[in-house]
């Protein structure tokens, strides 16, 4: 069980320690803070989720200003604080935990951009090294990119897009081979990687795969599932 404090005041002297990472939040559920030790000994990166809106520090911030900083955010009225084992962030943007309905999830940017869904639906995202939230209304989320299968003579290519159409037209330009797309459903990395991974041993080159016939079935079950999907 990590250590509680009613106040920031109280777990201050505690943060002195490279080691702790503090994590307050509000009897409501509308705040969220996650203060996590820099490189630098006594300096801290600060996140804040308030009504589903994120903000954080664009660099690291001494202890002497934090109550400063937080103060003049509006984030000193967490209910509680709680304190973590936490090693120093190498880097601004190394990684964040956000802890949201009772759970936690971590993001990881050294991996580029990286989103997390929790359990209702609400999504924290870090691109570009900044974080994003949008508060989950109880619907499904869909991705912003799709899975797109195009065929080419007996082979297929597996990826991922935004615009699948102008992906084809990529493909075609300067091929005289044929394109065709044969299906496109919604989906991102995830989706795209577990496709990859599952007829790895008909993988021909990169995204392009040998056509066999259970990867038309494949195709078919997963153009069935997003059917039905939309109509619920």
Not at 4 to 32: H, N
Not at 153 to 172: C, D, H, M, V
Not at 204 to 221: C, P, S
Request: negative net charge.
């Amino acid at each position: 069980m990590s250590p509680e404090y009613a106040t920031l005041a109280q777990l201050l002297p505690q943060l002195s320690a490279m080691s702790q990472e503090a994590v307050g939040w509000s009897d409501a559920g509308r705040l969220f803070v996650n203060i996590i030790p820099a490189a630098m000994p006594g300096y801290f990166h600060v996140y804040g989720i308030e009504d589903g809106e994120a903000q954080s520090t664009s660099t690291p911030i001494s202890i002497e200003l934090l109550e400063e900083y937080l103060a003049g955010q509006g984030w000193l009225d967490c209910a509680k604080w709680e304190l973590y084992d936490c090693p120093p962030l190498t880097s601004l943007w190394d990684g964040i935990t956000i802890s949201y309905g009772g759970q936690e999830k971590r993001l990881d940017t050294r991996r580029g951009r990286m989103e997390v869904t929790f359990a209702d639906n609400s999504v924290a995202t870090i691109e570009n090294h900044r974080l994003h939230f949008a508060k989950g209304r109880g619907r499904r989320r869909e991705p912003r990119t799709w899975i797109y299968f195009v065929k080419a003579g007996g082979f297929i290519k597996i990826g991922t897009s935004a615009s699948p159409e102008s992906r084809l037209n990529q493909l075609r330009s300067g091929n005289p081979e044929p394109f065709e797309m044969l299906a496109q459903v919604r989906g991102g990395r995830q989706l795209e990687r577990e496709l990859h991974a599952r007829f790895a041993s008909c993988r021909h080159q990169g995204e392009w795969f040998v056509l066999t016939d259970e990867i038309l079935a494949v195709i078919r079950e997963l153009v069935e599932q997003a059917q039905v999907s939309r109509q619920e």
